[in-house]
């Protein structure tokens, strides 16, 4: 069966948010607990991630108008929300008018259960016995209670996949989400498998408002992977590069 891919593919990480910044300070500070007020999914940006998501706006603005994103795909999580909302007014991208967006609950950041709001510290010493689970099992498939592995995450992925080629075939389609989102994707479109996306991931975090991009290869009938964590745009404006794991997180293997 023939897969109508759009002809552009843009998946870009929600810039820097103040869960990142209280997540860095605990850790710094050998802290169990992140101190920040917010819900996850109300966490918001930082003054540097909305200068982030500006800067990106104005990469995207740079394009001629025939090469920019013509579908806006967002996380409902505050932070990604924010960044795609900064991105389209610095581009002069109207929703509505010039491209359609939409909210998708599929693209919202990895559930984290009874570890959300842990550091790294806070969870050996709060929940050793899954500390020592998620060593054993790996984090593609370590589930802790109340939340999700990479894996279910890719499973929520796969039907967003298969509306975006239902849906979207031959447009230019932009993903505003998170970053073990970003990772999950790549899982999905290039067909890695446990150990490949796991390599890529111990590789470092996926630094904010970076650009993951792919094109549509008509001859092979797929998309072929363009850009990798792709900065240039933060680089050029002066927006300082930040890459630190979302939070809540869990320690890497």
């Known amino acids: ?18 869960g990142n910044v209280a997540r860095d300070a605990a850790e710094a500070a050998g802290l169990a607990l992140i101190d920040i007020e917010f819900r ?27 090469e920019r994103p013509e579908v806006v795909l967002c996380s409902p999580y505050i932070r990604a929300r924010d960044t795609a909302r900064l991105l389209l007014e610095t581009a002069g991208m109207q929703p509505g ?24 510290f806070g969870i050996k010493e709060k929940y050793p016995d899954l500390d020592h689970q998620r060593g054993h ?18 499973l929520r992925l796969r039907s967003l996949t ?19 989102i970003v990772n999950c994707m790549r899982y999905l479109i290039e067909n890695l498998d446990e150990a490949q996306i796991l390599a ?14 792919y094109r549509r290869d008509h001859a ?7 850009l990798v964590n792709f900065i240039a745009p933060l680089q050029q404006s002066g927006a300082p590069v930040t890459a630190a794991p979302d939070v809540p997180a869990a320690p890497k293997p």
């Open 40 to 66: 996850d999914i109300d966490t918001p940006l930082s003054d540097l991630g909305m200068e982030q998501s500006r800067a990106l706006g104005r990469w995207f603005a740079q394009l001629p108008a025939n």
């Open 137 to 154: 099992v790996g984090k593609f498939y370590f589930r802790p209670p109340g939340g999700e592995s990479w894996c279910d995450v890719i």
């Open 220 to 226: 092979a009938d797929a998309l072929a992977l363009d």
């Open 200 to 213: 890529i991931d111990k590789m470092g975090d996926v630094p904010n408002c970076a650009i993951t991009s």
């Open 1 to 18: 069966m023939k897969v109508e891919w759009p002809s552009v593919l843009w998946i870009a990480r929600h810039g820097q948010s103040a």
């Open 97 to 120: 008018k010039h491209v359609r967006m939409r909210m998708d609950e599929r693209l919202r950041e990895k559930e984290f259960g009874v570890l959300d709001r842990l550091t790294r």
């Open 162 to 180: 298969e509306m975006i080629t239902r849906e979207h075939a031959n447009e230019r389609v932009l993903v505003v989400a998170h970053q073990v």
